[in-house]
């Protein structure tokens, strides 16, 4: 176990001098510079001009007119009978329309506005907790590809020093050619294996660099992290607690109340509506060969005013609202059925996350216990090809034991990691 304490540790070195990341930076990172996520802030920015439409609904309209007109030759008289006659009119003014009673919509509107906003936001969160899962997947793989470098270069180390030692004892007459050949091709195929993983490494911290969207990925390295020893939570304490802070969850629920909300707008169509109007003007008409008032006068003259009132009843609109409120009931139900298949998703993720993380914490116990009892009997073959109780075989067999039994052990750490994490974000919602 020392020696591959000493070869992990040698691993750090590798990138020395450029900029590591922690776990934190690239999850940060990512998720400030994620496709998604950004689309899912450009909808809850939507919806957000969603929530100010359905207030500008209370407000009233204004507007304001003016007109210029011009008729030439033969025209309709007061005698009726036709004659050449050239008219000129100009008319201005202004128009108020000041919404009473909506029928309740705008109101409605305006809660189903409001509540969908909620629903969005929790979307954002959503994408962020993807990302944020992605990430730590990625980032554990690009650490276990590294250890497993330094498990290689230890294993090549191995045998590069059982290949001096057999080749001092060949010089001195006490070892065949035959066994420093096998030596050599052992040494071979260790660092065939060093390449090996030496382009995994680079590759799952390429694949890293890709996922936080660097633009750059030269000198990209991270941290490792910390051994970790917690205990897992129970099930159904993570069921519970995901069910108050999971996003998805938080989501589906305000969409499934903003579904509601929008029954009750369909249902807005049988209600009456009143609106209230208003309205001045003016105008100047000129006719040739006729004597008119001037244009100040007749702009005076001519100044009017109106207000109004209208009611509108709805009594057939060919069902139209009865359709509205049909099609607003379905995507209701339909929101519902999502809403349990999300609970139901949910609580099988975490029981397979809890039972993968159970496995791998036992795996982790067991994979330890066999590297100390492979690298012993490493040790003890070692002694006895030495006194020529042992075959070149045999030892190799032996290393490769030990070689295995390491990286079965680095691989159960980052699978416990990796599980232990994904509990654990169900459990609080942080990593």
């Not at 035959?178 to 490494?201: C, F, G, H, P, R």
């Not at 509601?260 to 006719?287: C, D, H, R």
Request: proline share 2%; hydrophobic share 40%; glycine share 4%.
């Amino acid at each position: 176990m020392k020696k591959l304490l000493i070869g992990l540790m040698a691993l750090s070195a590798i990138s020395a001098g450029a900029k590591t990341w922690t776990l934190d930076e690239c999850i940060s990172y990512a998720i400030d510079h994620n496709i998604n996520v950004q689309s899912q802030r450009l909808n809850a920015t939507q919806s957000e001009l969603a929530v100010t439409e359905a207030k500008d609904q209370f407000l009233p309209q204004m507007s304001a007119h003016a007109s210029q007109n011009f008729n030439f030759g033969r025209a309709l008289t007061a005698d009726n009978t036709y004659a050449n006659r050239n008219t000129s009119s100009f008319s201005v003014g202004a128009n108020l329309s000041l919404p009473i009673f909506q029928g309740l919509r705008a109101v409605r509107q305006l809660s189903y506005s409001r509540t969908a906003l909620q629903a969005q936001l929790e979307q954002v969160e959503v994408a962020k907790d993807d990302v944020t899962l992605n990430v730590i997947s990625q980032y554990l793989q690009a650490l276990y590809a590294s250890e497993m470098l330094g498990v290689a270069r230890l294993n090549l180390n191995i045998s590069r020093a059982e290949l001096t030692r057999r080749q001092n004892l060949h010089d001195a007459g006490r070892m065949p050619g035959l066994d420093i050949e096998e030596a050599k091709a052992q040494v071979a195929q260790d660092e065939l294996s060093v390449t090996n993983a030496a382009n995994d490494s680079i590759i799952a911290r390429l694949d890293l660099a890709q996922l936080l969207n660097l633009p750059d990925a030269e000198g990209f390295d991270i941290e490792p992290l910390g051994d970790e020893d917690e205990m897992l939570p129970a099930v159904a304490d993570v069921f519970s607690n995901a069910m108050q802070y999971n996003h998805t969850i938080r989501a589906g629920r305000l969409q499934e109340k903003a579904a509601e909300k929008y029954v009750s707008v369909a249902k807005s169509g049988y209600i009456p509506t009143l609106s209230f109007s208003a309205g001045i003007g003016t105008n100047y008409y000129k006719t040739s060969g006729f004597e008119n008032e001037g244009f100040s006068g007749q702009m005076k003259h001519n100044f009017a005013k109106s207000i109004g009132f209208s009611l509108s009843i709805p009594i057939f609109n060919a069902f139209s609202t009865r359709n509205n409120v049909r099609r607003a009931r379905l995507q209701q139900e339909s929101v519902r059925l999502q809403n349990e298949d999300s609970y139901n998703r949910l609580y099988k993720a975490i029981v397979q996350a809890h039972t993968q993380a159970t496995g791998a914490v036992k795996k982790l116990e067991s994979a330890r216990s066999a590297v100390v009892r492979s690298e012993a009997a490493f040790e003890a073959m070692k002694v006895k090809y030495e006194n020529d109780r042992a075959t070149p075989t045999e030892l190799q067999t032996a290393q490769v034991n030990y070689a295995n039994a390491m990286a079965q052990a680095v691989q159960a750490k980052y699978e416990r990691i990796l599980r232990a994490r994904i509990l654990k974000f169900y459990n609080t919602q942080t990593l």
